[in-house]
């Protein structure tokens, strides 16, 4: 099915801003639970779109698409009735008489361009929030996932009307012409270097936005805590979705003490979730492949950047292109001057770093951009504190890995480099809210009249002691 003229969509989805904008709880609701109907009916449709763009095992598109999805629905309509209600804020001595609110209204005309790395659970996340706050949406998904895109597209279809939210699909050259039109609101998720490219289209158009982006989320490994554990969770995150996620572990920092335990362990660890039969890890079903072609070639080129500069293969480094094949693997003696450890990496590579001194760890990750997640595992209290104090990033989960993405009570996204703005739960029903600001004034008490021209001693007076309480 071709795509519909999209200026016209465009504005066949601004006629409908009022209706939605005053549509109840309730409305918006039953509209979530539609949603969470249809991806219960046809479960087994999306865990088959999914593989066959990623080859993502059923139980794997279970965990990372389809249930954070379900919860996140489940999280809005529980929730909702009193999001949308206004909050009253606190009245300052100054405006006694006064009753200050916030109301969130609709950001309006909402479009939504979704990567291929999650293709089901990125493209329907903001949906949800968007939704929510009572947006019209044009979702734009990846063309890289086509199977997932489609059966997107279908979904939509016989869920929403056109006016309230339809899916466009094609290539760079359809998100170059949606970005012409005058949205209200872009949310995107892809990778740093498009993200500018986004932050320039919101700013010709004034429209705004939320970037989750990405980086090179680092691990601190702290002395005393176990290596298996931490081998076992990093490992976890790194190589799902054949380390295709964007708060996957990026490079692990460890003491030179435990350096070539925590090597065995990951070596352990790799074999006993990829390999436990014996009949390797590019036989297994459990393990995803690359997405295309052009992907798995710059992940060869950034390990052969990082070979001929030093690094050596502890373990991995076995692929193949016509199958999409990419082990996990391993690289030690990386540095800065390599490719691998200037970019994020996003394939199932994960250099490990030795530190001596906390420290010297915490300087390695603020001499990068700041990430879009951290993960630091250690049974100090000091140590959580000064990480805490010495570095930023996106978010930062102590002692795992990933999980954090899941948690519908925090807010998910980056800071400078790794994004801009927040979603999940109330977060993303914000993201896609107006804060509006209501004063209401009342006719029985008004202090600021007191100080109204012309300016006697008396409203001196009344401004010395409002500068006194201030």
């Given at each position: 099915m071709e795509n519909p003229n999209l200026d016209a969509l465009f504005q066949l989805q601004k006629k409908s801003l009022p209706r939605?904008?005053?549509?109840?709880?309730?409305?918006?609701?039953?509209?979530?639970?539609a949603l969470k109907t249809w991806i219960l009916v046809h479960k087994e449709e999306i865990r088959f779109a999914v593989h066959s763009d990623l080859s993502k095992p059923a139980t794997e598109v279970d965990i990372s698409e389809i249930s954070i999805v379900l919860h996140e629905i489940s999280h809005a309509v529980k929730h909702l009735s009193r999001w949308m209600k206004p909050k009253k804020v606190n009245t300052p001595i100054q405006f006694i008489g006064t009753k200050g609110f916030i109301h969130y209204e609709p950001m309006g005309n909402s479009l939504i361009i979704s990567p291929w790395n999650y293709p089901f659970n990125l493209s329907i996340g903001p949906l949800i929030s968007a939704i929510a706050a009572g947006c019209a949406v044009i979702l734009k998904p990846s063309e890289f996932s086509p199977s997932t895109s489609t059966l997107i597209k279908k979904m939509v279809a016989e869920l929403f009307s056109m006016e309230e939210v339809a899916v466009v699909e094609g290539d760079k050259s359809v998100v170059q012409e949606l970005l012409t039109l005058p949205f209200d609101k872009l949310f995107f998720t892809g990778s740093p270097k498009t993200g500018k490219l986004m932050m320039e289209a919101a700013a010709k158009h004034h429209f705004d936005i939320t970037l989750e982006l990405g980086g090179k989320s680092p691990v601190l490994l702290d002395r005393g805590y176990s290596l298996k554990d931490a081998a076992e969770k990093i490992a976890w995150a790194k190589w799902l979705n054949c380390g295709q996620t964007c708060i996957a572990p990026d490079y692990v920092l460890v003491n030179d003490l435990d350096y070539e335990s925590i090597l065995d362990h990951l070596a352990e660890t790799v074999k006993k979730m990829y390999d436990h039969k014996d009949k390797g890890i590019n036989k297994s079903a459990d393990y995803a492949r690359i997405i295309n072609k052009q992907h798995h070639l710059r992940l060869q080129h950034l390990i052969s950047d990082a070979l001929?500069?030093?690094?050596?293969?502890?373990?991995?480094?076995?692929?193949?292109?016509?199958?999409?094949?990419?082990?996990?693997?391993?690289?030690?003696?990386?540095?800065?001057?390599?490719?691998?450890?200037?970019?994020e990496i996003f394939g199932p590579i994960l250099p490990v770093l030795k530190y001596t001194l906390l420290e010297e760890a915490v300087s390695i990750i603020g001499k990068l951009p700041k990430p879009l997640a951290m993960y630091v595992f250690t049974e100090e209290s000091f140590v959580k504190d000064y990480v805490l104090s010495n570095t930023s990033s996106g978010g930062v989960c102590f002692n795992d890995c990933a999980v954090q993405f899941g948690h519908s009570s925090l807010p998910?996204?980056?800071?400078?480099?790794?994004?801009?703005?927040?979603?999940?739960?109330?977060?993303?029903?914000?993201?896609?809210?107006?804060?509006?600001?209501?004063?209401?004034?009342?006719t029985s008490i008004n202090l600021l009249k007191s100080v109204y021209p012309p300016y006697t001693f008396k409203s001196k007076k009344i401004t010395d002691f409002f500068l006194r309480w201030v």
């Open positions: 939605l904008k005053n549509s109840s709880p309730k409305e918006r609701k039953e509209k979530l639970l001929s500069k030093g690094a050596k293969c502890f373990m991995g480094e076995v692929h193949d292109l016509e199958t999409l094949y990419f082990s996990p693997t391993v690289l030690t003696q990386t540095n800065e001057n390599m490719e691998i450890m200037k970019e998910f996204g980056g800071v400078n480099q790794s994004g801009l703005g927040k979603s999940h739960g109330f977060f993303g029903f914000k993201a896609f809210s107006n804060e509006r600001a209501v004063l209401h004034q009342g």
